[in-house]
């Protein structure tokens, strides 16, 4: 399998999500995948931040899209801020995961001036494919999911209202309490349950 990873920490050599891409590549490639790393903060060009008046898209867009057309998953790499992911990651969603590549909507009755908009996602060009999904909190799991009843944390957001349109197949990869005082045996933890995710792709 290729996996096109999309990692969206702003500090891209020691911090913990760079541990979690660090420890899932190696496993990953131990089990025959192939990655393509982007390291979004780390682009010599970076994408502008996004405007739907800006069309055609930049080449950047169109490059973005080539590589997740030559892979068969795509694995978003962040944090969560706000419950969201961080900025750079759905700034990069904006422009890249858009109509009508990645869906485009189809009318249930076109004809009819009351209802013409509301119809159904079509799946573009990542039907079929896998979405993989690595978010950090710095809170406890309990914090988060008071909001679940809304759908609002940021993997069920992900999943019911940007994977869903484009046809992908979701994988979680979520930690919790990711704190400066982290002990070693709790790292390794976390290491280890990336490592399991890898080897079970």
Request: glycine residues 4%; hydrophobic residues 40%; contains cysteine.
């Amino acid at each position: 399998m290729k996996i096109c990873i999309i990692f969206g920490h702003f500090n891209t050599s020691n911090s913990f999500n760079a541990a979690i891409r660090d420890t899932f590549i190696e496993e990953a490639q131990k089990s025959g995948h192939e990655i393509d790393l982007i390291n979004l903060y780390d682009e010599q060009e970076q994408l502008p931040f996004y405007r739907s008046d800006i069309n055609p898209p930049p080449q950047l867009v169109i490059d973005y899209r080539k590589r997740l057309e030559n892979s068969d998953a795509m694995f978003l790499m962040g944090a969560c801020h706000n419950l969201r992911m961080n900025v750079i990651i759905e700034n990069w969603i904006d422009w890249v995961l858009h109509p009508t590549w990645f869906f485009s909507y189809k009318s249930i009755l076109p004809d009819n001036k009351f209802f013409k908009n509301y119809g159904y996602p079509v799946p573009g060009a990542m039907k079929n494919k896998i979405g993989i999904v690595s978010i950090t909190y710095g809170g406890p799991m309990v914090s988060y999911f008071n909001f679940s009843f809304f759908k609002n944390i940021p993997f069920r957001r992900l999943k019911k209202t940007v994977f869903q349109l484009g046809g992908l197949k979701t994988k979680y990869l979520r930690f919790f309490s990711v704190l400066p005082n982290m002990t070693d045996k709790e790292f390794e933890r976390h290491m280890e349950k990336v490592r399991n995710f890898a080897r079970n792709l």
